[in-house]
């Protein structure tokens, strides 16, 4: 029985990272930290290209858009939604999900969720290089180990 498993060794191809500008401060540390995982894993910065988007509901479009053109390896998906006193998060949240998670299955092409939904600012700043590791840094890993994996999947 074979068995298929994605590694982190530096993998050929071009990545794009996928930005939203709102709570930009938490997102730039994001994007930060996956420039540094490609960077530890031999990605050449001239293989990664960013695109900037207004907030995370907007995230979903652009990464099908870039995901289709098969220029790029994986595509990471960077973001902040941070709760408030509204319904608003809930639908920013949802709508940003489903939409990666559609983005990554029409067009074959990995598409990464590294989108924080906190509670609080504290705890989006704790996931975007603080206490708690940084999200966009294991965005940038899933994105690595999913284009090994898929190189290595029949047809």
Same mark, same amino acid.
């Given at each position: 029985? *074979?068995?298929?498993?994605?590694?982190?060794?530096? *993998?050929? !191809? &071009?990545?794009?990272? %996928?930005?939203? &500008?709102?709570?930009?401060?938490? %997102? #730039?540390?994001? =994007? $930060?930290?996956?420039?540094?995982?490609?960077?530890?894993?031999?990605? @050449?910065? #001239?293989?990664?290209?960013?695109?900037? %988007? *207004?907030?995370?509901?907007?995230?979903?479009?652009?990464?099908?858009?870039?995901?289709?053109?098969?220029?790029? @390896?994986?595509?990471?998906?960077?973001?902040?939604?941070? &709760?408030?006193?509204?319904? +608003?998060?809930? +639908?920013?949240?949802? !709508?940003?999900?489903?939409?990666?998670?559609?983005?990554?299955?029409?067009?074959? =092409?990995?598409?990464?969720?590294?989108?924080?939904?906190?509670?609080?600012?504290?705890? $989006?700043?704790?996931?975007?290089? !603080?206490?708690? !590791?940084? &999200?966009? +840094?294991?965005?940038?890993?899933?994105?690595?180990?999913?284009?090994?994996?898929?190189?290595?999947? *029949?047809?």
């Amino acid at each position: 029985m *074979p068995i298929f498993e994605g590694n982190l060794t530096t *993998p050929s !191809g &071009r990545f794009a990272l %996928v930005a939203a &500008r709102f709570n930009q401060f938490v %997102v #730039d540390r994001l =994007v $930060a930290g996956a420039k540094d995982a490609f960077k530890r894993h031999g990605v @050449a910065d #001239d293989a990664i290209d960013l695109a900037w %988007v *207004p907030g995370s509901f907007e995230i979903p479009l652009v990464a099908q858009k870039l995901a289709a053109t098969k220029k790029y @390896a994986a595509v990471i998906c960077l973001g902040a939604v941070i &709760r408030g006193d509204t319904d +608003h998060y809930d +639908h920013v949240s949802s !709508g940003a999900i489903s939409g990666i998670a559609q983005a990554g299955l029409s067009t074959g =092409v990995p598409v990464i969720f590294g989108i924080l939904t906190c509670d609080t600012l504290e705890q $989006a700043l704790n996931r975007a290089g !603080g206490k708690s !590791g940084n &999200r966009g +840094h294991d965005a940038a890993l899933s994105a690595i180990e999913m284009t090994n994996l898929l190189k290595q999947l *029949p047809g």
